[in-house]
């Protein structure tokens, strides 16, 4: 399970991303549309920890991802 909690995200002083929520469950499947611009791409590479977070949670399966270790 993946869970969201109010993440938000910030490129310098701006704020991209204002306290976004969602759960995807296992087996579900999640799609992310909008027009240019909206945050989709940036979305993904805050979950991924490919970006820094500002606040928010970032779970999967219960652990705090950010503590996750890299394989």
């Not at 296992?26 to 979305?43: D, F, M, Q, R, W």
Request: aromatic fraction near 4%; charge should be neutral.
């Amino acid at each position: 399970m993946l869970k969201i909690q109010n993440l938000s995200v910030d490129y310098g002083a701006r704020r991209i991303l204002h306290e976004v929520s969602f759960d995807v469950q296992s087996g579900e499947v999640l799609a992310l549309i909008g027009p240019n611009g909206a945050g989709k791409s940036t979305l993904i590479r805050a979950v991924s920890g490919v970006i820094p977070i500002a606040s928010g949670q970032v779970r999967t399966n219960g652990d705090d991802f950010a503590s996750l270790s890299s394989l």
